[in-house]
Each structure stands twice: as structure tokens, then as C-alpha cells.
């Protein structure tokens, strides 16, 4: 069994995990490795830093010539001052008193600096800690210090640029690194991160095909995060992969089996009839019928009806008449986003039927265009134009109308 496997298996002892990084140290003192192990399994059983910089100090003081560990102990002696005072007023003197520690901080750095001048980390952390003293960030209530928020901001917008900007073997370099880490709650939710920006990354890259693996994949390990599932629908649905998506919506039915699962899981199987000729209609019909039963606010009832409408038009069973029960209902409704959910569903009526002419006419009506022509022996045209009158416009609603058209006219 190697290192790693043996200090993250549950089955070895913390008393054991803590007499091998003892013994590492004892016959060679100056493994940096040891002391980081030794620590995190200090953190990990809920100690406070104190014991964990009696470490590095014991070590530093035997190794006056080690560089490693004296950048490690001005790094714990930073989280105390900037953050953990409970930890700082039980420091000995003059390690207690937050100007005498900064200094010390700074005198610990300079020294490994000396001692290691390629290492670009402690020049790195030099810099940082003389940019915070100068901003008060050690003297100030940084809640209320205008500087030190904006360096925070900035920062953060600087990190989100520089993560947008990897792209996806420098996200599975990020991620192979993240595995290697101790387990952990940290680790986890860093990985989980990661992996759907990889996702998103190798899809915005065009690599289509290993996006689609990644997607399944992860889904595969995390079937309880939402928006993980999210991501992975959008990503099968880019690349028409309904098969796949099929078989995780009917996954995702048996965990869940909510109103909502089981709506998604009709939807792809409409999607399945519409893209690749899966005319399994009787099941469609079965899973809306059903349900019904669990169907029970207005919006939930109005949604079951738009697939209702959905499986008429592909399975030709009197879509019309369908579509004529469905907008009479809706008749008087002034939201335009409701009424637009209803005309969509007519303008794919109308496709599928190959009545284009009917389709620009609908979407004439709703945006009361100029272009409008006159077919008073249509029902559902009468019922659009009636839906229409008490439609109220609406900017972006429009707009969405309005490309359908044009998208139309040029198609």
C-alpha cells in the first residue's frame, strides 16, 4: 500500500497516521512533505493553529539553514494575524502583539528568501504582505477599509478572468492536481466545480464528443446534483444526443420522482419521436396521463397540456382540435409570455403540417403586423387573433417572436 492510500484509508488509526509522520521526521528531518501531512491531520482533528506552529517553529529551529520551514511558519503565522485573534493573544511574547508579529512574519520571509533566492513563492508572498501593510489591512477593520474592499473586488474579477481563460488541458491539468489533494469536503467541491467547467470548456472548444463523455460521466458519479444535471441536459441536448439523455432522465425519474422529473423524462421522449423517429406514443401517453394525478397547480395543469398538444401534432391524432381546447382556455390572458408558450406550439403545428404561409400569419397576428392577411375560415387562426387582442406586448417577448419569424421567412 503506498503513503497516500495508507493515511487516506479509514481503516489506519489518526494514532498510527501521526507515529509514521514522526518517524519520517525523525530520519529525515527536513521533509517538508511530513510536516504538511502532519498538519493537515492536526486541522482535520479540529486543533487550532497553535500546535501546528509549534511544529514549524521546533522545525525551523533545528534546521536554521531550511528555507521551506520557515516560509511555512511565517505562512501560519500570517492566518493568525489576519484572521484568527483567539489564536494570536495565547502566543508567547512577543509573538502575541500584532505589530511585533508582522515584523516577525516579514523577518521569517526575508530569511527564506536569503536562504532559497529562486523561489518566486516567498518573493511572491514578501510582496503581498508589504501591499496589505500598506493598505491598513493589519491595522484597520478591513469591513470598513475602502481599499483594502476594492483590492478584494478586484481580485475576484481578476480569478474569474483567469479561470475563464484556461482552456480544457489546462482544466484537466487543474483537475489532476485537485485528485491528488487529501480527501476532503474542500476537495470534493473543488473537483465538482472543475469538472463541469471542463464540460463546459471542451463544448465551447467544439471537442463535441468528449464533452458528451464527460457529461455522462459525471452525471454517472453525481446523480444528486442539480445543477450538475443541468448542465449535463444542455450539453446531450447540444449535440442531439437524446438516446443518452434518455437513459439519464428515466435515471434521474427513479431518484426523484417529482412532478418535474417525470415532465423531463416526456420531453426527451417527445424529442426521441420528433429527431429520431421513436414513435413510442403509447408510453408518452401513459407517463402524461399519470401524471395528471400529481398535477395539481395551474401552472403544473398547463404544462401536462402543452405536452398533451406536443404528442397529438407528432402522433396526428387530432392536433387541431387539441390545440382549439388548449388557447380557448387561454382566451383573455394578457401575460405575453403565457400566451407566446401557446402560439409556439401552433407555429409547430403548422410546420409539421408543412403550412409555412399559416405559420408567418400566426406570428403576424400576435405582433399585429402590417403584413397581415386576412383567413377567417381557419378556427385556430380566429382563436390566435382573439388570443391576440388581449395579449399585452411586451419588449423582450417580442423580440423572441419577432427572430422566429424572421428565422422563418429566411429558412
Known sequence: MSRRMFFSSPNS???NVYTIYDQILEDTPSEIRAYNGKRKLILQEGQDNRKVIEMYRQGAEKLTNHALLKERLAKEYYRVLSGNKSVLKDL????NNPKDLLKSIKMFLESAKELDQDNNQISIQLDKLEELSSLGFFSSDCRVNKQ???RTKDLRI???QEIAALDSTQLRKQLSKIKKRMSNLDRKKDQL??????IRTLQKEKKFKDSVEQAVQYYTRNPKDIDGLKLVRITLKKNKRFDLLETIERENQKHQNSFWAKLSLIDVLLKRVEVNNKKNYSEIADLIEKLKDSGRLNREKYEIKFREIRLSVLSNQSPEQKLLEVGGELVGISKAYKV???IRECVYYFENKKMRHYSIMTLNLVLKSDLLEQDNDNQLLSLIEALSEFRI???EQDKSILQLRDKLLNS
Open 13 to 15: 488509526g489518526v494514532s
Open 92 to 95: 508567547p511574547t512577543p509573538y
Open 148 to 150: 483594502i474592499k476594492q
Open 158 to 160: 481578476q480569478r474569474r
Open 193 to 198: 466545480i472543475t469538472e463541469k467547467r471542463y
Open 340 to 342: 407566446d408558450r401557446f
Open 393 to 395: 406586448s411586451d419588449t
